[in-house]
C-alpha cells in the first residue's frame, strides 16, 4: 500500500499551534483507530507521541493532542517551542497484519 | 527504566551476513511482539518486519525489500530479539532501529520503545 500522505514541512514561531495532517484512505487511517505519532530528532531515535489516534504515552507534553476525520489525521502542537523542531511521523494499522507510515514532516520553530 | 539496546553493527562487504541484537530491560520482554526498522542516511523510516509474542504465535512478518534474505527471532529467556541478515546489498545501509510493538486484539498498534539504533555499513 502507498506511504501514508504529509506535508513536507511545517513552520510556526514560538508560542503558536501548528498542525500536521496525515491523510491516507478508507483501508488504512479511515477504518482504525489506529493512528500513531513519532517524533525523530536529528541523529536520535524515533519516540511515541501520540497511540489510538488521540492517547499519549505518560511522559509526552500535553501540548501534543491527535485527532482523526474521515480519512486524514492530525498531530497539533500548541505553544511551539524550540525543542519541538524535529521529523514527526505518522503510522496506521491497515489491514491483514499491514501498516503504512507516512512520508515525514519537517517541522521547523522559526 | 524501559531501554532496548541494539549491537552488532558495523562495515560488512556485499554478499555477507550479519546479526543484530536487541537486548531489552525495564519491561516484560516476553508479552510484547517485537519489530524492526531502517533508515538510510537522509531517509525516512523504512519498517523492515516483526516476530509477534508467543501469546501470538511467535510469528513473523517482513517487508518485500528484506523477504527471504532477512530473519527475525527472539529468545524471551535473555530479552533478546535478533535480525539476521544475510545476502547484503549495498542499499541495506542504515541505522537499524529495534522497538516494541503493542499489539491491540492481535493487530498492530503502536511502537514503543525505541533502541538507539546501530549502523551496519555495506560497502566493498
Known amino acids: 500500500q502507498s506511504a501514508l500522505t504529509q506535508p513536507a514541512s511545517v513552520s510556526g514561531s514560538p508560542g503558536q499551534s501548528i498542525t500536521i495532517s496525515c491523510t491516507g484512505t478508507?483501508?488504512?487511517?479511515?477504518?482504525?483507530?489506529?493512528v500513531s505519532w513519532y517524533q525523530q530528532h536529528p541523529g536520535k531515535a524515533p519516540k511515541l507521541m501520540i497511540y489510538e489516534v488521540s492517547k499519549r504515552p505518560s511522559g509526552v507534553s500535553n501540548r501534543f493532542s491527535g485527532s482523526k476525520s474521515g480519512n486524514t489525521a492530525s498531530l497539533t502542537i500548541s505553544g511551539l517551542q524550540a525543542e519541538d523542531e524535529a521529523d514527526y511521523y505518522c503510522?496506521?494499522?491497515?489491514?491483514?497484519?499491514?501498516?503504512?507510515f507516512g512520508t515525514g514532516t519537517k517541522v521547523t520553530v522559526l | 527504566e524501559v531501554q532496548l539496546v541494539e549491537s552488532g553493527g558495523g562495515l560488512v562487504q556485499p554478499g555477507r551476513s550479519l546479526r543484530l541484537s536487541c537486548t531489552a530491560s525495564?519491561?516484560?520482554?516476553?508479552?510484547?511482539?517485537m519489530s524492526w526498522f531502517r533508515q538510510a542516511p537522509g531517509k525516512g523510516l523504512e519498517w523492515v518486519g516483526f516476530?509477534?509474542?508467543?501469546?501470538?504465535?511467535?510469528?513473523?512478518e517482513y517487508a518485500a525489500s528484506v523477504k527471504g534474505r532477512f530473519t527475525i527471532s527472539r529468545d524471551d529467556s535473555k530479552s533478546i530479539a535478533y535480525l539476521q541478515m544475510n545476502s547484503l546489498k549495498t542499499e541495506d545501509t542504515a541505522v537499524y532501529y529495534c522497538?516494541?510493538?503493542?499489539?491491540?486484539?492481535?493487530?498492530?498498534?503502536?511502537?514503543?520503545?525505541w533502541g538507539q539504533g546501530t549502523l551496519v555499513t555495506v560497502s566493498s
Open positions: 525495564g519491561f516484560t520482554f516476553g508479552d510484547y511482539a
Open positions: 516476530i509477534r509474542s508467543k501469546a501470538y504465535g511467535g510469528t513473523t
Open positions: 503510522c496506521s494499522y491497515a489491514g491483514s497484519s499491514t501498516f503504512v
Open positions: 522497538t516494541g510493538l503493542t499489539m491491540v486484539q492481535g493487530v498492530i498498534g503502536w511502537f514503543d520503545p
Open positions: 478508507s483501508s488504512d487511517v479511515g477504518s482504525y483507530n489506529l
